[in-house]
T-cell receptor, first 117, second 115 residues
Framework: DTEVTQTPKHLVMGMTNKKSLKCEQH?????MYWYKQKAKKPPELMFV???????INESVPSRFSPECPNSSLLNLHLHALQPEDSALYLC????????????????FGPGTRLLVL | AQTVTQSQPEMSVQEAETVTLSCTYD???????LFWYKQPPSRQMILVIR??????QNATENRFSVNFQKAAKSFSLKISDSQLGDAAMYFC????????????FGTGTRLKVLA
């Protein structure tokens, strides 16, 4: 099973709202990622969690707040977003261990399409 | 810092024909991983094929194969017997074997398959 699930699939929010995106995997992966993807562009890395600890924060504005409550779950809390934050938000996971190419493969979820009004 | 370049923003291929997508990268490392991902319109990004830099043999997965030229830092994807379902955005990606879990993506190539 190489499935990463994300909820919700679509989200519309106002600039004063607070919402959360959820990502889940049951592959035993210990690295989880949040990406932002604009149309016809590559994914832009936002955060990486390794063994439930934040290991990379790509200078993302504080209106995005990640959380990794356990090894299977990754959340992205959203607050006071701007219209330019409208995008597809992708979650991914990988084994998180070195020693073999396949273990470094990222598996992506279907994404949450976010529209900020 | 590593970079990944996909110089073809868009490619077209006739159904059943063969097409090659280009990817070059820049790195000072000797060991790393390279990937091709496919993202159909409004659909999930999925792995197409992967290559470990220490392996000289080119990876193949059914109709998909790569031409890995380590000295030239080139990693092209060949799709044989193209099918309508191959139409998608294709991203080349690089990942170091050391340090962080950061993946470097190219800008993508949009592949159109003509019936």
């Amino acid at each position: 099973d190489t499935e990463v699930t994300q909820t919700p699939k679509h989200l519309v929010m106002g600039m004063t709202n607070k919402k959360s995106l959820k990502c889940e995997q049951h592959m035993g992966h210990r690295a989880m990622y949040w990406y932002k993807q604009k149309a016809k562009k590559p994914p832009e890395l936002m955060f990486v969690y390794s063994y439930e600890k934040l290991s990379i924060n790509e200078s993302v504005p504080s209106r995005f707040s990640p959380e990794c409550p356990n090894s299977s779950l990754l959340n992205l809390h959203l607050h006071a977003l701007q219209p330019e934050d409208s995008a597809l938000y992708l979650c991914a996971s990988s084994q998180g261990a070195s020693g073999g190419g396949w273990k470094e493969t990222q598996y992506f979820g279907p994404g949450t399409r976010l529209l900020v009004l | 810092a590593q970079t990944v370049t996909q110089s073809q923003p868009e490619m077209s291929v006739q159904e059943a024909e063969t097409v090659t997508l280009s990817c070059t990268y820049d790195t000072s490392e000797s060991d790393y991983y390279l990937f091709w991902y496919k993202q159909p319109p409004s659909r999930q990004m999925i792995l197409v094929i992967r290559q470990e830099a220490y392996k000289q043999q080119n990876a193949t997965e059914n109709r998909f194969s790569v031409n890995f030229q380590k000295a030239a830092k080139s990693f092209s994807l060949k799709i044989s017997d193209s099918q309508l379902g191959d139409a998608a955005m294709y991203f080349c990606a690089y990942r170091s074997t050391t340090g962080t879990y950061k993946y470097i993506f190219g800008t993508g190539t949009r592949l159109k398959v003509l019936a």
